[in-house]
């Protein structure tokens, strides 16, 4: 049986022809591939800087620290989210705190986010998730969290070429810095543009942006003018401690050319979605809501039948997805005390919610068999 997974990378002959170019090259690793990704990644976002990274993840640690994020310090996150978004904050001795969801949206709730100032003293900065690709609304979370000094990680690894549209009428793409001080990107393969692993993460922050640079590698850095003394050509310091977080030029170059279907696949992801809307109109199934600029990583449904629906889909080759269980009930961060109750809309969301099979190359005979399939179950 043809497995129909809930996401997948779309891998044409371009792709393959420009890893082998880079497989021929000199630079397998911190070659002209990086700069190239790097420009044509911020033009795309709409961001001054970018700098490519190894994963998503190590983009979130790199702009965390970016901040001077320290022990004893409070970041708040949404418990809707891959765990990355929150253990940023842990990987620099800081604690998590989180505020619900939008019962509508799915992404962080901004009076709890109000709230949670007030609760929790200390919150230095914001991880807010463009959960599913529905762009959060920046310039409101931004009103918040400047009224207490804190700094905005916009975790955008579902929504590069999303936006949401301010209160000027402008569209904002998500990473484009107007609001947040960073947004970080992954290429993980189910991600829009896929690198295998890779991650970016963008800014408008001249100075934020060469500190990453930096702590990308070791915390060495080359260049005379930053450093204390210079013995010769071969000198360098290390001036913080950083960490190996580069990304191969074979990914930067996969990255290339991927960034070049990224509208198409964008425009693809919407029809989708609208199939979707329109093919189970009238099922006892809550379907999402969205504004043009959702990015549609993820296609959501609830149903209070959800167990029974994602066991049956798996067994007509059908591999739908629960995204996600709540951060805040991962044995981890219970262990610090957060438990079930203490954010109920997520908690309801995450009984009920199956993430449908939502990719570009996922044709529409594949995804007619996903909606009959549907239908039948509840027929
Ligand atoms: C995928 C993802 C990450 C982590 O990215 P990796 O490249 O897998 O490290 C972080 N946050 C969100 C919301 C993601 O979807």
């Not at 696949?265 to 504004?291: D, H, N």
Request: charged fraction near 20%; charge should be negative; hydrophobic fraction near 40%.
């Amino acid at each position: 049986m043809k497995i129909i997974p809930y996401g997948r990378q779309s891998i044409d002959d371009n792709d393959i022809h420009a890893v082998t170019e880079v497989l021929r090259s000199d630079y397998l690793t911190q070659g002209p591939a990086i700069p190239a990704f790097e420009k044509a990644f911020a033009e795309y976002i709409g961001a001054r800087y970018a700098v490519a990274v190894s994963n998503g993840t190590a983009a979130l640690h790199l702009a965390a620290m970016a901040n001077n994020l320290q022990p004893g310090d409070k970041v708040l996150t949404t418990p809707i989210t891959f765990a990355a978004s929150a253990n940023c904050a842990r990987y620099c001795g800081a604690e998590v705190v989180f505020a619900d969801i939008d019962p509508v949206t799915y992404t962080i709730d901004l009076d709890k986010v109000q709230e949670a100032f007030e609760k929790y003293p200390g919150i230095k900065g914001v991880v807010p998730v463009d959960f599913a690709g529905y762009a959060t609304d920046l310039e409101k979370l931004k009103a918040i969290a400047d009224r207490y000094g804190a700094w905005i990680l916009e975790d955008a690894c579902h929504a590069p070429g999303g936006y949401f549209t301010d209160s000027r009428g402008n569209k904002q793409l998500c990473g484009n810095g107007q609001f947040a001080g960073q947004a970080i990107f992954s290429f993980h393969p189910v991600k829009h543009i896929a690198t295998g692993e890779g991650g970016m993460i963008t800014t408008n922050d001249k100075s934020v942006y060469e500190r990453l640079l930096i702590l990308r590698t070791h915390g060495i850095t080359r260049d005379p003018e930053l450093m204390d003394k210079n013995d010769g050509g071969w000198y360098m310091e290390m001036r913080e401690l950083g960490y190996n977080y580069r990304m191969p030029d074979i990914l930067a170059a996969l990255g290339v050319t991927q960034l070049k279907k990224a509208e198409a696949g964008l425009l693809r992801r919407f029809e989708i979605a609208e199939r979707y809307t329109s093919g189970l109109a009238g099922l006892p199934l809550t379907l999402p809501q969205y504004t043009p600029g959702h990015a549609f990583h993820l296609y959501v449904v609830q149903t209070e039948k959800r167990k029974e629906l994602y066991d049956y889909l798996r067994t007509q080759g059908i591999y739908a997805q629960v995204h996600y269980i709540p951060v805040h009930l991962m044995p981890y961060y219970r262990s610090f005390g957060w438990k079930e109750g203490d954010f109920p809309v997520a908690e309801a969301y995450y009984r009920q919610c199956l993430s449908l099979p939502m990719y570009p190359t996922l044709t529409d005979e594949e995804q007619q068999y996903v909606i009959e399939k549907i239908k039948s179950f509840y027929a």
